[in-house]
């Protein structure tokens, strides 16, 4: 295969190697329409030591223990619903989860305004309907149902934005597990090892919630922002080096002290206090998740590389900053100045050039 | 077997009671041995007594202050009680057999300060967790709770035991202090023997990590003995709560979830440790049920199918704590633990207290509060008669022993803190002080419900002062709002106890990040100012107030300009704030000067903001000489100018007059605007001006009054006798009809 070409390689093609060495070193009983033993699954996801020369990569940092609650999950085949803010590994853990588990990551429906319920059971190849009437070979099968046939993990991005009829539409396959197709006279029963994984965006709440009785089908990991600083920066700092070697900007990598500048800022303000737990700090509006915190590295990268001397220096950081950490908010305004005099600038004198820098852009 | 039996123990784990239990009714000892101070064997026949329930706990303390205490909390599964109980029903003899309490709290005394190495028992724990990924209780419930033959847990209790001792660097004094335990633990049981009972017929229980040494080490001689330290003590029995016990880390001295052990203990006694996840689940759903929450029996199992498959990865045989709490939160909870804490707290903590018969308790509390009853000279006050007592804060220069020179500050520290924990002995009465704080006046009375309470503070702590600290601690985690928080510190401040007082800085801190009203930010802030202000009376040490202060300043000048942009009835309280603020910033170098300055002029020239607001600002720059008479001149003719509104103009002209009026009357310009604008007025808008004029003006004095009634006649061209004459002369039909038309004139503020 032309792997070079293709931008973007499912996980269980990314991993084969991980994926193959792990399930040929497999020593745990193996539940029932699974590759690999959940615990071999846990070992994929967070990273371990080398099995038969393999170095198992870790594809989520963060809480073991809420990896071990949705692989749970997935065993006593429950669907599981990963909620969380943007950009806290939701979607990526859900694909590494389903190759894990199935070897095939790719039973996807990306939930949108017009998602349809055809979309979550099946739909029709209309040619061949009206041409030959009702038959299995004129039938497009949704991933859930191809799923269901085969026992395995479907998996349902941003499902809170789905209409509410749609989300209804889950209900009864979740609870009977069994899809009819009344056209045909046919009821499809699940196989054993069918189960549904579904993200949701905590920002998205009250665009579609969910009803209490499609929640109640579902065991519920919330996945929360990276836990400490060093997490954060390590998965910041990777990304941004990442990018960087992608994009050709011209500039130098920004100093490990302004990414951990840029980190602690959006990690006080999103968390409402300061690092150390004293000092308690009014949030903002924004996200400031980690990938907004890469973005703006890249920007002020890009800002240094092409208008500046290549170097990321505190006044293209203080813009940068501003525009990311104030919306469009009086709310903001405030909160961000009483950051700047309450925390930043007793912060000693490594801060005191991005102070000025910020305080100088204040009207 | 040739030895003594030596069980090994983790204090309150029901496993390790139900495993002693059995092996007790196996071996059927002579004696059984129980770590416990070896002084304290009177205090078991109350342990066993009918009516004593537990929670309770073993108290002692020194009799000198500062008192230091050791304290043994019991619960119903606390291994060493179902020994005492277990012997007390068998009719066996049952010792406590470790170091006498003196000696005990004389040790831990020496070894106050004293640095620990980094790799000591503590660090094992936190490698242990590294390593397995979870918590050393979890670690521990998983391993050891669920095993279920006797032999097989004794077996691997003291493995663990002696690894951990192995693996540990404890600090000298700490291994010292081991060491001359079990040597004493040791000469007891050598003395048993030596008095007759035959070795294998002993039962000692001990923690898991002294069984090595029981095993191995020397018992302790006479000339050891004679020389060991001992402090004066005293101990009790108390009543304890499960609350307090969840409160308390560290091994030995809380448990986290004493209502689920509870639970574990009555599983293990009546199906074995598998029934113990749907126990819980189900009291979880019920407790969640209660407090007004939907859940459906399918959730609770799956929940209940969810925690088995958690502990299958972990490889335990049955779920722990950890997998049902996780298990819930997912298919219960959404998700959210804080959507399930309640139910979790009733369910995990619960409320149990204790009970011990009447009389036995004499707590360090109660001994506490007598002896500073005697020390403060407050014995006197100990009637039932209502007396009056009034103190005098500041130091007595003319008395030479620092303690005397000071006590009317002790005593009112003390009778704050009976007053923060709720002993009804001690009233404040309202101060009788203008301008001044350091007098205080007490109104104090002895009634049986103070002992009682006094008592009832025993469960807060072991000292009338650490109860307090407590209280407020407790009072201050619950605050929601930064004027409650205000009076935590106030109290902490009062009763003279810095730690708690800087807590519930904290809390207020936290709090004033929400509290977006001016007024209580500004409220707030004078009253942190005080305690800056007079610290020094109290000996309080207002450092970590002043950040504070300079934040909530801060806050103030921010949100002040908004603030200002408000109707007239909400004006007079903004204006009272900013009067505060800017009385705070003279008083204070440490609040920026220059940023207020800035904000006042910008509030005085802005014109969309209300004028009452605008003009306050005008006259507090004014006040403070920073503006110059061509400013004043400038904004009194634009303020004033004819068409400007009344409200508007004779607002601005009330907060401009509600400051330093003699510069204002000695400034003839300001009447002559004055005069030109209200002449300028029509009817309907001169009325509209009364209002906010004749407020203006009823805070000036006579004398002022007079002074500007001569201003103005000096613009008409009239005459102090002129203008005499006028008013004695009788009224003129037309004067009196024009003042009877003013009788229904509504003047909107009387």
């Not at chain 1, 665009?207 to 910041?236: H, W």
């Not at chain 1, 405030?334 to 102070?355: D, T």
């Not at chain 2, 450092?543 to 000048?557: D, G, K, S, T």
């Not at chain 2, 006259?619 to 061509?630: F, I, K, N, V």
Request: glycine residues 6%; negative net charge; charged residues 25%.
């Amino acid at each position: 295969m032309a792997e070079q070409n293709v931008q973007r390689l499912p996980a269980e093609e990314l991993y084969r190697r991980e994926l193959e060495a792990l399930m040929a070193a497999e020593q745990d009983p193996i539940p029932t329409g699974w590759r690999m033993s959940p615990r071999s699954v846990l070992t994929y996801i967070m990273g371990g030591e080398k099995v038969k020369g393999v170095e198992i990569t870790p594809k989520y940092m963060g809480s073991r223990r809420l990896v071990e609650i949705a692989i749970a999950t997935l065993v006593t085949d429950r669907a599981l619903l990963l909620i969380g803010e943007p950009g806290t590994a939701k979607s990526w853990l859900s694909e590494h989860l389903a190759a894990a588990v199935n070897g095939d990551s790719t039973k996807v429906i990306q939930g949108t305004a017009g998602t349809t319920e055809e979309q979550i059971r099946y739909s029709w190849n209309y040619a061949m309907l009206i041409a030959r009437g009702p038959s299995p070979e004129a039938m497009v099968k949704s991933p859930v149902y191809r799923a269901m046939e085969t026992g395995s993990i479907a998996r349902l991005e941003e499902i809170s934005r789905c209409a509410s009829e749609v989300q209804d539409a889950l209900i009864s396959i979740l609870s009977e597990k069994r899809l009819s197709v009344p056209e045909l006279g046919l009821e499809v029963p699940a196989v054993k090892g069918f189960s549904v994984i579904a993200t949701a965006n905590t920002r998205d709440k009250g665009v579609n919630d969910m009803s209490a009785a499609l929640k109640r089908r579902f065991n519920i990991v919330v996945l929360p922002t990276p836990t400490d600083l060093a997490t954060e920066l390590e998965i910041v700092r990777t990304r941004v080096e990442q990018l960087s070697a992608g994009m050709d900007l011209n500039a130098r990598q920004p100093g490990e002290d302004t990414v951990e500048k840029v980190v602690t800022i959006f990690r006080e303000l999103r968390a409402g206090a300061t690092l150390d737990g004293k000092q308690k700090l009014k949030t903002t509006t924004g996200v400031l998740s980690t990938a907004e915190a890469i973005s703006l590295l890249a920007n002020s990268m890009a800002l240094a590389g092409s208008f500046g001397s290549g170097t990321v220096t505190a006044e293209d950081l203080a813009a940068a900053l501003q525009g990311a950490v104030v919306k469009d908010e009086e709310k903001d305004r405030l909160a961000w100045k009483e950051y700047l005099e309450n925390v930043m600038k007793k912060r000693g004198s490594g801060w005191l050039p991005l102070y000025r820098a910020c305080r100088e852009l204040e009207p | 077997m040739d030895g003594p039996v030596l069980f090994g123990v983790r204090h309150l784990s029901p496993a390790a009671a139900f495993q002693l239990e059995r092996a007790l009714e196996e071996c059927r000892p002579q004696l059984v041995l129980v770590e416990g101070p070896s002084d304290l064997n009177d205090q078991m026949h109350w342990l066993c007594h009918p009516e004593t329930r537990f929670p309770a706990a073993i108290l002692a303390y020194t009799s000198e202050p500062p008192v230091r205490t050791i304290l043994y909390p019991l619960a119903v599964y606390s291994p060493e009680l179902r020994a005492v109980l277990w012997a007390h029903a068998h009719g066996v003899e049952c010792r406590f057999m470790d170091l006498p309490s003196g000696a005990m709290l004389a040790l831990e005394e020496a070894g106050e300060d004293r640095e620990e190495p980094e790799e000591n028992t503590e660090w094992v724990y936190r490698q242990l967790e590294q390593r397995t990924g979870e918590e050393h209780d979890t670690f521990w419930e998983r391993s050891f709770e669920q095993l279920e033959d006797w032999r097989a847990f004794q077996a691997a209790v003291n493995t663990f035991g002696e690894q951990l001792r192995r693996t540990a660097r404890d600090g000298k004094f700490r291994t010292a202090k081991t060491l001359v335990r079990e040597a004493y633990m040791k000469r007891v049981i050598g003395e048993a023997v030596e008095a007759g009972v035959p070795p294998e017929r002993i039962f000692c229980v001990c923690g898991a990590f002294h069984v090595p040494g029981l095993r191995e080490n020397q018992p302790m001689t006479d000339e050891e003995l004679a020389a060991l330290p001992r402090a004066d003590c005293t101990a009790t029995l108390m009543p304890y709560s499960y609350y307090r016990l969840s409160s308390r880390s560290g091994y030995g001295a809380g448990n986290r979830a004493p209502a689920y052990f509870e639970l574990l203990w009555d599983a293990l006694h009546q199906g074995g440790p598998g029934d113990l996840p749907s126990l819980y689940l189900t009291r979880l759903a019920a407790a969640h049920r209660k407090a007004g929450n939907l859940v459906s029996s399918a959730e609770v199992i799956e929940a209940l199918r969810l925690a088995r498959a958690l502990c299958a990865l972990r490889g335990s045989r049955y779920p722990v704590l950890a997998d049902l709490r996780d298990g819930a939160v997912a298919a219960m909870g959404h998700g959210n633990f804080s959507e399930l804490a309640v139910a979790a707290a009733d369910t995990e903590i619960g409320t149990k207290v204790g009970f011990i018969p009447e009389g036995v308790s004499r707590t360090s509390v109660q001994e506490d509060f007598y002896r500073q009853l005697r020390e403060l000279r407050l014995e006197k006050y100990r009637g039932m008669e209502q007396q009056q007592l009034d103190l005098d804060l500041r130091e007595r220069l003319n008395v030479k022993d620092p303690k005397a020179a000071l006590l009317d500050l002790r005593r009112s520290r003390f009778l704050h803190r009976l007053r923060v924990l709720g002993i009804r002995f001690a009233a404040p009465l309202p101060s009788r002080q203008q301008g001044a704080n350091w007098g205080e006046y007490w109104a104090l009375r002895w009634t049986p419900e103070a002992e009682i309470e006094v008592v009832e503070a025993s469960l807060l702590g072991d000292t009338v002062e650490g109860a307090a600290a407590f209280a407020l601690k407790e009072r201050g985690e619950a605050c929601s709002s930064i004027a409650q928080a205000a009076a935590v510190f106030q109290d902490a401040f009062l009763c003279g106890m810095p730690a708690a007082a800087r807590h519930a800085l904290k809390v207020l801190q936290s709090l004033a990040v929400d509290a977006a009203a001016l007024t209580d930010v500004a409220d707030t802030a004078v009253r942190l100012s005080l305690v800056v202000r007079y610290g020094d009376l109290h000996r309080f040490d207002p450092a970590p107030v002043v950040p504070l202060l300079q934040q909530l300043f801060l806050r103030a000048c921010l949100t002040l300009e908004d603030a200002c942009r408000c109707d007239a009835k909400a004006a007079p309280a903004v204006t009272a704030a900013m009067d505060q603020l800017n009385r705070l910033q003279l008083d204070h170098d440490c609040l920026d000067g220059e940023r207020w300055l800035e904000l006042l002029g910008r509030v005085s020239d802005r014109d969309d903001l209300n004028t009452l607001c605008s003009g306050f600002a005008m006259a507090a720059l004014l006040e403070r000489g920073e503006a110059d008479e061509a400013l004043l001149a400038r904004e009194i003719s634009r303020r004033l100018s004819p068409g400007v509104p009344a409200e508007l103009g004779a607002g601005w002209f009330e907060g401009l007059a509600s400051k330093n009026r003699c510069a204002l009357i000695a400034r003839l310009s300001l009447w002559r605007h004055l005069d030109d604008y209200l002449s300028a007025l029509d009817e309907g808008q001169f009325r509209r001006a009364l209002v906010f004029l004749r407020r203006a003006f009823s805070g000036f004095t006579p004398a002022e009054k007079s002074d500007i009634a001569e201003n103005l006649g000096e613009i008409w061209g009239v005459n102090r006798e002129q203008a005499a004459e006028a008013l004695m002369g009788e009224l003129t039909q037309s004067e009196q009809e024009a003042l009877k038309g003013l009788e229904d004139f509504d003047f909107d503020d009387i």
